[in-house]
């Protein structure tokens, strides 16, 4: 994973940019991951495009791991307490903030919301701020 390869980035980044594009041409709807699934669990019969959609993310990764292999283990060092605690704010943090921030960046961005234009920014100012702080201040970083 330290290994920039760029034409797998490339592909990757167009095939998303191109999903996008179709799912906003062919639905009118943003393919914002974090309200698609916030909608299949509060509304159920909302939508089967939803279950389909989630179910595409996941049998995408399953091909991508059968043709080129499972990826290198990643060990996370942390408690299960602190995995739940991250993964609620990140989540409360994506209905606070409208979308998530791969919804913001891709397809916000392209349709030049001014709302992903502030956002995107402000995530990514917020995680090179986290890095620093976890990196260089003693005691915080592990």
């Known amino acids: 994973m330290t290994e920039f390869t760029p034409l797998p980035a490339l592909?990757?980044?167009?095939l998303i940019g191109l999903s996008g594009a179709l799912m906003l041409l062919g639905m009118g709807r943003i393919a914002g991951v974090s309200g698609i699934i916030g909608s299949?669990?509060?509304?159920?019969?909302?939508?089967?495009?939803?279950w389909c959609f989630l179910a595409?993310?996941?049998l995408g990764a399953a091909v991508y791991v059968m043709s080129a292999g499972a990826p290198v283990v990643?060990?996370?060092d942390a408690s299960t307490a602190t995995l739940v605690v991250g993964g609620l704010l990140v989540g409360i943090g994506t209905?606070?903030?409208?979308?998530?921030t791969s919804g913001h960046g891709v397809c916000g961005l392209s349709r030049l919301s001014l709302r992903s234009l502030v956002a995107v920014p402000v995530f990514m100012l917020s995680a090179g701020v986290v890095v620093f702080v976890v990196r260089h201040v003693p005691g915080v970083g592990g």
Do not use: K, N, Q, S
């Open 11 to 14: 592909a990757g980044g167009v």
């Open 40 to 50: 299949a669990i509060r509304e159920p019969g909302a939508g089967a495009w939803r």
């Open 56 to 58: 595409g993310l996941m």
């Open 74 to 76: 990643v060990t996370i």
């Open 95 to 100: 209905r606070m903030g409208g979308g998530c």
